[in-house]
């Protein structure tokens, strides 16, 4: 059974920086998935945040988050990361990682829906204070 572990979340200042990552076991195809992260505030619904393709080749960011975030894939160790910076309160939020069923989705809004990914992690949490 694939299992996903977040790490890297903290409580940090508005502005600072932030590398979580996604380490991913109990899977021998880890290339063939696409891995996407999501955030979730208390009583909301979860958000997409960002989505990478099994071989890396094509990312997709939120609109929001967009100038501030990047995703990457180290296929080798299993680990997809998300690099955030210039953090603000707004980003205080539960980090999802999640791997979907295929190395690619079509159309591309798939990236964007959880009900598209079907193994998720337990969350890390992120912390800005102002």
């Known amino acids: 059974q694939m299992q996903l572990v977040e790490s890297g979340g903290g409580l940090v200042q508005a502005g600072a920086s932030l590398r979580l990552s996604c380490a991913i076991s109990?899977?021998?195809?880890?290339?063939?998935?696409?891995v996407a992260w999501f955030r979730r505030v208390p009583e909301k619904d979860r958000d997409f945040v960002a989505a990478?393709?099994?071989?890396?080749?094509?990312?997709y960011i939120a609109d929001s988050v967009k100038g501030r975030i990047t995703i990457s894939r180290d296929n080798a160790k299993n680990t997809v990361y998300l690099e955030m910076s210039s953090l603000r309160p707004d980003d205080t939020a539960v980090y999802f990682c999640?791997?979907?069923?295929?190395?690619?989705?079509?159309?591309?809004?798939?990236?964007?829906?959880?009900?598209?990914?079907?193994?998720w992690g337990q969350g890390t949490q992120v912390t800005v204070s102002s």
């Open positions: 999640a791997a979907g069923p295929a190395a690619t989705f079509a159309p591309e809004n798939l990236y964007s829906a959880d009900s598209s990914y079907v193994f």
């Open positions: 109990g899977e021998t195809m880890f290339g063939g998935r696409a």
């Open positions: 990478i393709t099994g071989r890396g080749g094509r990312t």
